[in-house]
């Protein structure tokens, strides 16, 4: 089981890097390169399922056996870490990525400096995330719903009618669900991380004992992970580490980069 990484900036920091669904590492950290290159090394994994990574078996296969657990994950940080002689490092997750950067954080909070949060994907669980993923009859559905996503697509047209579902959001999950691949991806990516869930209060305070610096940005305009939804760590960062920028869902990372600056 292997996660391809491109290296990206020629820092002396590490940063361990985890995009979004549909991405690649390079594709989405490009900006980070550009805004950051001399401050960070910046290894931008690709995720399974994703760009030149496979699934979590080493193949392009996928069953609902195929979970990624807490226990999985520290092992295969730690394999890297070591090989790459890494001491010290920050974490940047952005939307699907959120999750993994939150499992790396909870796992190495000594070894960790700083942790930016881009649209967190695993902050909040959306009830829907569970519900189609932890139990074996909701996952044959959301399977039966990604390989025939019309249904969907009407509930979601008719919930915007009825102004219950914002017209952005009907726009992202079309987009998202365009193709078979796109639809395929996401059923893995999601149907695999089901064994990550966070205790976020837990984990703040134990970053806390660590000396961590965590930052989170929300774009303001962004239907997928909406700003008010974030309270549950928001609310406990320090001044200005809390950041909502002029943006939707794309373009967050760039905007996120630009607006960074260490010394």
Not at 212 to 241: C, N, Q, T
Request: glycine share 8%.
């Amino acid at each position: 089981m292997n996660l391809h990484y491109d290296i990206l900036g020629h820092g002396p920091h590490v940063l361990l890097a985890f995009h979004g669904v549909g991405q690649t590492g390079r594709r989405c950290y490009e900006p980070f390169a550009w805004h950051l290159s001399d401050y960070y090394t910046i290894y931008a994994f690709d995720l399974f399922h994703h760009g030149q990574s496979s699934g979590l078996n080493g193949t392009d296969e996928f069953s609902d056996a195929d979970v990624l657990t807490k226990v999985l994950w520290k092992k295969l940080i730690q394999n890297f870490i070591q090989e790459k002689k890494i001491t010290r490092f920050d974490v940047v997750g952005f939307s699907l990525g959120g999750r993994y950067a939150l499992a790396t954080a909870e796992a190495f909070p000594e070894l960790l400096n700083r942790l930016i949060l881009i649209a967190p994907d695993g902050v909040v669980d959306h009830p829907l995330f569970g519900l189609a993923t932890r139990f074996p009859p909701t996952r044959r559905l959301y399977r039966r719903l990604s390989d025939n996503p019309q249904p969907l697509f009407a509930a979601a047209d008719l919930a915007h009618r009825a102004r219950l579902l914002p017209e952005r959001m009907v726009s992202f999950v079309r987009y998202a669900m365009g193709t078979p691949e796109q639809r395929r991806r996401i059923y893995r990516s999601w149907v695999s991380l089901r064994a990550l869930s966070f205790n976020i209060v837990k984990l703040y305070a134990l970053w806390q004992e660590n000396g961590v610096e965590v930052w989170l940005f929300v774009g303001k305009y962004d239907p997928v992970i909406v700003p008010a939804k974030m309270k549950v760590l928001s609310r406990r960062l320090p001044a200005g580490h809390f950041v909502i920028l002029e943006s939707g869902h794309g373009g967050l990372v760039e905007k996120t980069a630009a607006s960074l600056t260490f010394s």
